[in-house]
């Protein structure tokens, strides 16, 4: 529902070489998408996904394989309908069942989204920034090099998204939430690293929304897109 608050994951916040390597030992890549498609694929990083909205699912965690947070199902769907079926969605679970998640685990999916070939990588999860991103920090900007778009959510927790991660990571594509008012929603981020705004009821669901539009190439002239939105003001739509 877009208009339900969203809590996002957490990423924690230390990462070490031993614990992603073990976190990439034992991957395999499949091709999802045919090269020839013009669907894209959408590397999704949070909980795990349940039922068959994904085209494949990789765990990188300890947990269960399904989505027993249910956060990720619901960015997988809204992903899939934002793209009217234009989005192939690679599940890549990197966050714990409680909704918590390594640098490692991240950083390992980040690398794996990479050697898959991803169009797009969402990450709909924030954490307050710290130097122990540093590594993180750089695959993601690997990911961007590689020509990936990288959608994130600008975080829920009403202040400037610069002190958040991955937000504040230049290039990234970070995404706050407005309201049919055109107002931003109580619990969003902004600020100068929030490049849009998506008619959603939490920053994860405006992301993932955002990468679903993405795929379909439905981004410019989209009326649940809207830019430079000030915290409780207005703002034209595109």
Known sequence: NDGEAEEEPSIGD?????????????????????STSSRKLVALIV????????????NLTDDGDGDANGHCTRMAQAISQASDGHAVILS??????????????????????????ADIINISASVPDSANTAALRNMILEAMNNGISVVVAAGNAHADASGFFPANVEGVIAVGAVT????????SNYGD???????AGSTSLAAAKLSGFKAADKVDGNPEIYFGVLPGAGSSQT
Do not use: F, P
Not at 193 to 198: A, G, I, N, S, T
């Open 92 to 117: 890549i679970k990197a966050c714990n069942d409680d909704g918590t998640a390594s640098l490692a685990n991240v950083y390992a999916a980040v690398k794996y989204a990479i050697e898959a070939k």
């Open 47 to 58: 909980t795990g996904v349940n039922g068959d909205v994904a085209a494949r699912s990789i």
């Open 180 to 187: 049919e008012e055109g107002t931003l929603v109580e619990t």
């Open 14 to 34: 230390s990462i070490d070489s031993e614990t992603v390597k073990a976190a990439e030992e034992g991957l395999s890549l499949h091709d999802v998408t045919d």
């Open 193 to 199: 690293c929030v490049k849009l705004y998506v008619l």
